[in-house]
C-alpha cells in the first residue's frame, strides 16, 4: 500500500472514529467513564486534522467525512457504548498498522505510537488486551 | 477478536454522497480479519537486518514472558493479578513466537536490552507488577526503536507488538500503584 493511500485510510478512519465517539459519548454521560469517552473525541478529532495536513502535504485530497455511518448495532445503553469505542480503536489500529508498514523509516514513529494509544485505550474499553493490535488489516 | 467493521460507512451514506466507496472498502480492509492470527513479515526485502531485529526482539519477548509467568505463579493467591501475569505472560510468548516465525533456527541474541535478564520477581505483588510494568515498557521501547532498521512488514510488527506490551503495562499498572510505580 502507498503512503498516501493509507494515509487516507487513516484519516477515513479517524473520521468514522470522531462520529462514533460522539455517539459514544452521549451514551456515557454521567458514567465513570465519561471522561475517557471525551478525551478519546478530542484526541481523534486532533488526529483527524493532523491526518489532513499530512494528506495534502503528500499531494492528496483528503477524504471527506461521510454523512453518517452504521455503528455495527443498537448504541443505546452504556455496555453498548463501550463496546463501540473498543470497535473503533481496534479498526483504527488496523490503518495505523497498515501506515507503519507503508510509511518510511523516519516516518513510522508516529503511527506507531497512534498504535499503541488506540491498543491501550481498546484495553481500556474491553478489559483485556490484544495480542497483535494493529494485524487485522495487513492491507 | 474484532467483529466485523466497527463503524462501517452505510449505504445511505454512501448513496448520499457518492464519494464513499472508496473510503468503506478502505475501512472494511482495515478491520477484516482476526488480530489472533498475526501474520508475518511481508515487505521489504532486508534479510540481514530483519533477522538480526527479529531475533533480538523475540528474545526479550521471552524474558517478558517468563517474568510474567514467574510472577503469576509467585502470587497465585492474588487472583486477579495472577490472571492479569499470567495473560501477559501468553501474549508475550506468542508475541515470541510471531518474531520467529519462519526464520530457521540460530543462536540466541544478545543485542536485547533484557538479555541480562529483567527485574526480579519482586518481594511484595504491587513490586512485581512494577517491575513486570517497567520490563513491558523497556520491551516496547526496544521494539519501536528497531523500527526504522528494517522492512515496512517487520516494522507493523513490531509496532503491534509494542503497542501489545504497553497496553499490558496500562492494565498492570493500577496493581503497582502501591509501589509508586
Known amino acids: 500500500m502507498a503512503v498516501l493511500d493509507a494515509l487516507q485510510v487513516v484519516l477515513a478512519g479517524e473520521h468514522a472514529a470522531v462520529y462514533g465517539y460522539g455517539v459514544v459519548g452521549a451514551r456515557l454521560v454521567g458514567q465513570p467513564d465519561e471522561r475517557s469517552a471525551v478525551a478519546a473525541y478530542d484526541a481523534h478529532r486532533a488526529r483527524r486534522a493532523a491526518v489532513t495536513a499530512l494528506v495534502a502535504k503528500a499531494g492528496g485530497q483528503p477524504t471527506p467525512a461521510d454523512v453518517a455511518y452504521a455503528l455495527g448495532g443498537p448504541v443505546t445503553t452504556p455496555t453498548q457504548a463501550r463496546a463501540l469505542a473498543a470497535r473503533i480503536e481496534q479498526g483504527a489500529a488496523a490503518g495505523y498498522g497498515d501506515l507503519v508498514a507503508a510509511a518510511g523509516p523516519a516516518d513510522r514513529a508516529a503511527p506507531a505510537a497512534w498504535l499503541a494509544d488506540a491498543a491501550i485505550r481498546a484495553a481500556a474499553w474491553l478489559g483485556q488486551v490484544e495480542t497483535f493490535p494493529g494485524l487485522a488489516g495487513t492491507g | ?181
Do not use: W
Not at chain 2, 536490552?113 to 504491587?126: F, Q, R, Y
Open chain 2, 1 to 181: 477478536m474484532p467483529g466485523p467493521v466497527p463503524v462501517r460507512l452505510s449505504r445511505r451514506s454512501v448513496l448520499a454522497t457518492g464519494l464513499g466507496v472508496a473510503t468503506a472498502g478502505a475501512l472494511a480492509a482495515c478491520t477484516a480479519g482476526s488480530s489472533s492470527t498475526p501474520p508475518g513479515p511481508t515487505s521489504g526485502p532486508r534479510p540481514g537486518a530483519d533477522e538480526t531485529a527479529r531475533r533480538a526482539a523475540a528474545a526479550t519477548e521471552r524474558v517478558v514472558a517468563q517474568l510474567a509467568t514467574a510472577i503469576a505463579t509467585r502470587y497465585a493467591a492474588d487472583k486477579a493479578f495472577a490472571a492479569r501475569c499470567q495473560d501477559a505472560a501468553t501474549a508475550h510468548t506468542a508475541h515470541s513466537s510471531a518474531l520467529l516465525e519462519g526464520l530457521p533456527a540460530g543462536p540466541s541474541t544478545t543485542s536485547s536490552p533484557l538479555a541480562t535478564g529483567a527485574p526480579g520477581i519482586g518481594s511484595t505483588a504491587p513490586t512485581a507488577a512494577a517491575n513486570l510494568v517497567q520490563t513491558q515498557t523497556i520491551a516496547a521501547t526496544s521494539h519501536l526503536g528497531a523500527m526504522d532498521q528494517v522492512s515496512g512488514g517487520l516494522a507493523r510488527l513490531l509496532a503491534s507488538v509494542a503497542a501489545s506490551d504497553l497496553a499490558f503495562a496500562s492494565v498492570l499498572r493500577p496493581f503497582a500503584s502501591k509501589a509508586g510505580a
